[in-house]
């Protein structure tokens, strides 16, 4: 025998054969598209969430350490206590314990207040950075008179700038001995051996060229302007000429809007020549191939730190510098080679925050000891306040509580309830239909029109006091209503109508089956939605906006008609404050948020597996 192939179909056999396995090809393909399709959006949700969490905690992480500053000050009796009653209410009223600190600093850097940099010391802390030392005193008059150790947070730019975010630095250790040398008043001359600033000097010639290749490239951009203005000018002449003879006020309005563009014309034209001038003088600084170097506050700085002082250096060679004193060197004598330095901080003065008196105590202070980092317990344990360094969310954390514990007192039972009746008592007709729809609507309400009834009738009706956990309490449960009712009805339906008919068949009264059978059994989905009702609940800002939560508030709200805020609302107050160092802050308090409503979050799901039933 030999091998035969099979016959192979013919007609129309043969064709719906090639049709099905077209179309099952067909369907294997749409099947992994749409696999593909979903693992991509899985994927790309997972990679929007990794990317808004890895950016709030890099934020955040700046906020989790705090410099403080340690001093050893004199309770002095003319500053503490003025009027010598040692009466705690006259020593908080009265007494000067900024000026307390001001003396201990200046104990430390008398040359501060010769030289005229006495208020960039004083800033070194924030001025309402002495009233927990005022608390202190006051609570214990018998510390004046005495010297105690205190601590301080560090003013919050000045803390950014030490936790390396405000600019970028280079250290250059002094491998060659220094000699420093005193000139007329806090001014002083280093010279070392060979050209060991070459490289800083060569450095600052770069950084010299590539300014005036900025300016060049700005100046391109400010004469085109120009060439606008003028063109602008010469409408306005020819305006002005055209109005001649016509009104005064026609042509004092001509005549007014010519002068303001040829005012225009004539400050763009100056700032050209002005860059122009910078731009060459840059240019052949830059070409330069020895000399020394002028810096200014828009150069990078230079300092250099040796025998317990600060120099800053205002001109700049290849083997000596000269600068003055921002902290004087505790003596005269050679640095031998390791035992000084140059700081170089790249971003110039004049586009800092920072400025450069305000580093030079900082760093010394920071190299004795005195400024130190540690765990930033405050914004944990502190309320709000308008420094950011005094800052923190506990005010804010106790307000939500607060808040959300009003709101689940009054919109569980009530939500709970109203879906009761609603799903097993009211009957069927168009006024419980009306009822359904309005419930349902209400759950599509804008979060604000909530805001805006609880203003028109728990402030300016009852009376309410504004800004209180207990008005926010009821407007947030008016608006969490709907939700857990929906939730709530969710959960009764899903229970077996079987279980209901098997509770009145033994006798049981309607009640008796709702309550002791049919509740039980619905209990895990209500919780569920209750939960997550309140979850929802906790992010919500706008409504307690309108009822005046957004007030600041100093203090821990002690109950639920003190003045308060929550979290939301304290995370949109500090995003909108321009001062760097809330940034952070406001990273960390919308983590806490977040982790707030994780758990609740979590705490639902668990409720969920726990006691759910599966019918």
């Given amino acids: 025998m030999t091998d035969r192939a099979p016959p192979q179909p013919t007609g129309l056999a043969g064709d719906l054969d090639g049709r099905r396995a077209k179309h099952l090809a067909k369907r294997h393909r749409s099947e992994v598209w749409f696999r593909a399709g979903g693992l991509a959006a899985v994927a790309t949700a997972v990679i929007f969430v990794v990317l808004l969490l890895g950016s709030l905690i890099t934020q955040a992480t700046t906020a989790l350490t705090q410099n403080d500053l340690s001093l050893k000050v004199q309770v002095t009796p003319l500053l503490a206590d003025p009027v010598g009653s040692r009466n705690p209410q006259d020593i908080r009223m009265q007494g000067d314990f900024a000026g307390i600190v001001q003396e201990a600093l200046l104990k430390r850097f008398p040359e501060a207040a010769e030289n005229g940099h006495d208020e960039a010391l004083f800033s070194l802390i924030a001025s309402v950075a002495a009233v927990p030392l005022a608390a202190q005193i006051a609570d214990d008059p018998s510390l004046i008179g005495r010297t105690i150790a205190v601590s301080f947070p560090v003013e919050s730019d000045l803390d950014l700038y030490l936790k390396g975010q405000e600019g970028k630095e280079r250290i250059s250790k002094g491998t060659v001995a220094a000699t420093p040398l005193k000139g007329e008043g806090n001014a002083w001359t280093i010279a070392v051996d060979g050209d060991f600033f070459a490289r800083e000097l060569n450095d600052f010639r770069l950084f010299l060229g590539s300014e005036a290749g900025r300016i060049e490239r700005g100046l391109t951009i400010k004469r085109q302007r120009l060439a606008d203005y003028q063109a602008d000018e010469a409408a306005a002449e020819a305006a002005l000429t055209a109005v001649a003879g016509q009104a005064e006020a026609i042509i004092a309005s001509r005549q007014a809007r010519l ?346 799901v668990y ?3 726990r006691f759910e039933r599966r019918w």
């Avoid at 002005?274 to 600084?285: H, M």
């Avoid at 307000?399 to 009530?414: A, C, E, K, M, Y």
């Avoid at 107050?573 to 977040?594: G, Q, V, Y």
């Fill in 259 to 604: 002068d303001e563009v040829s005012g225009e014309v004539s400050a763009l034209s100056d700032e050209i020549a002005d860059d122009v001038r910078i731009a060459q003088e840059f240019r052949v600084r830059a070409a330069a191939q020895t000399g020394e170097e002028r810096l200014t506050d828009t150069t990078p700085s230079f300092f250099v730190e040796l025998n317990g002082g600060v120099i800053k250096v205002t001109n700049l060679g290849a083997s000596s510098i000269s600068g003055i004193a921002f902290v004087e060197p505790q003596s005269a004598s050679v640095a031998q080679a390791g035992s000084w330095q140059l700081r170089e901080l790249r971003t110039p003065e004049a586009e800092r925050r920072v400025k450069d008196d305000r580093i030079a105590f900082a760093r010394v202070l920071q190299a004795e000891g005195s400024i130190k980092t540690g765990l930033n317990s405050t914004i944990f344990t502190r309320s709000d306040s308008n420094e950011p360094e005094l800052a923190g969310i506990l005010g804010a954390l106790v307000g939500s509580i607060l808040t959300l514990l009003i709101t689940f007192v009054l919109s569980v039972p009530i939500g709970v309830l109203t879906a009761i009746y609603l799903e097993e008592f009211a009957p069927k007709n168009r006024w419980t239909d009306f009822i359904e729809v309005n419930i349902n609507n209400l759950a599509a309400v804008p979060s604000i029109v909530f805001g805006l009834l609880g203003l028109a009738v728990f402030l300016s009706f009852f009376g309410l006091p504004r800004s209180a956990p207990l008005v926010g309490g009821l407007v947030l449960t008016l608006m969490s209503l709907p939700i857990i009712i929906i939730a709530s009805r969710a959960a009764l339906k899903a229970v077996p109508p079987s279980i209901r008919e098997a509770a009145l068949g033994v006798g049981a009264s309607k009640v008796q089956a709702v309550f002791h059978h049919v509740l039980p059994s619905a209990l895990p989905g209500i919780m569920t939605g209750s939960i997550l009702g309140m979850a929802h609940a906790l992010g919500e800002t706008a409504p307690l906006l309108m009822i005046g939560m957004v007030a600041f508030v100093a203090d821990v709200p002690q109950g639920f008609l003190d003045s308060a805020t929550v979290l939301p609302v304290e995370i949109y107050m500090w995003s909108s404050r321009p001062e760097r160092a809330w940034e952070p802050r406001t990273a960390l308090a919308i983590l806490a948020l977040l982790a707030f409503m994780i758990v609740m979050n979590a705490i639902a």
């Fill in 607 to 609: 409720l969920r597996r």
